[in-house]
């Protein structure tokens, strides 16, 4: 079955307006053939007859009139939908798909996307609450622009990674209870814990930072929520390690934060396909990193 084409509907939505095909033909710069042409391909296609001659002028049959009618909205849609890949294209607007984990997405990504928003409105960020490898594995199927991940991470083909971030982790601490100005994996180990559950890198961080003091302590509850933990630790129940990033200080009182010794950092990085980067995709790399801390 043939296709209409947008060129034939064009032709016959012109006559419809200007009453005559050599104005048509005028107007679209076509021959006059031509004109005859893209309608009697029309007709053949409907099986019907779109057009009439009364008192020298051309107008619409009732079949020709319906398919002006839904051709003048084909048309628009197609101007519509050029002018927004245009914009696209442009840098002025378009979709971002970005993965991110929970750290990151709770006090950066807020930060970022206002500076974006302030900038470039019409750019619309889309963001998938992921882990590392899942951002990564999205990324390399095209199903992202945009992957915020922990650090290290081994090359992926295709891929570009690069540092971002790198923020100190800090002891959070009820802020009711005696806690000294520096906290050790002896000190912390003896105290109850609310941290990251295991699939996380923060995890692994942590754990390696007690296991190198000879410590393995036993969480009394692992969450993936850095908020939700905060909470916990301001009602009194335990104590936790996350990163703190400058720009963010912390709010809440009843929550004391304490330097490690030694000290633990949270690295992150950004992720992006390899090769041309789009216009809007580059002015929310460009926001991100305006974050970047050494």
Known sequence: MREISLDRLRTLVAIADLGSFAEAARMLNLAPPTVSLHIADLEARVGGKLLSRTRGR?????????????????????????????????????????GASTGAI?????????????????????????????????????????GLVALPQAPVKGLRIEPWRRDPVMAFLPARRE????????????????????????????????????YQPTARIQLNYNDAIKSLVAAGYGATLLPHEASTPLHDTRIAMRPLQPLLWRQLGIAHRAGEVERPTQHVLDVLWGLSAG
């Open 179 to 214: 806690c000294p100005e520096v906290v050790t994996p002896a000190w912390l180990a003896a105290q109850p814990l609310i941290l990251n559950d295991g699939t996380t890198r923060l995890s692994r961080l942590t754990s390696e930072w007690f296991a190198n003091d000879g």
């Open 106 to 146: 709770a006090q950066l990504l807020p930060q970022a996307l206002e500076t974006l928003s302030q900038h470039h409105p019409a750019i619309d960020v889309q963001v998938a609450v992921l882990t590392s490898q899942d951002t990564l594995k999205k990324l390399a199927e095209g199903a992202l622009e945009i």
């Open 58 to 98: 051309v107008q619409p049959s009732a079949i020709g009139e319906t398919l002006v009618e839904r051709a003048r909205r084909l048309l628009a849609d197609a101007e519509q939908a050029l002018e927004d890949v245009e914009r696209q294209v442009q840098g002025l607007a378009g979709r971002v798909r970005l």
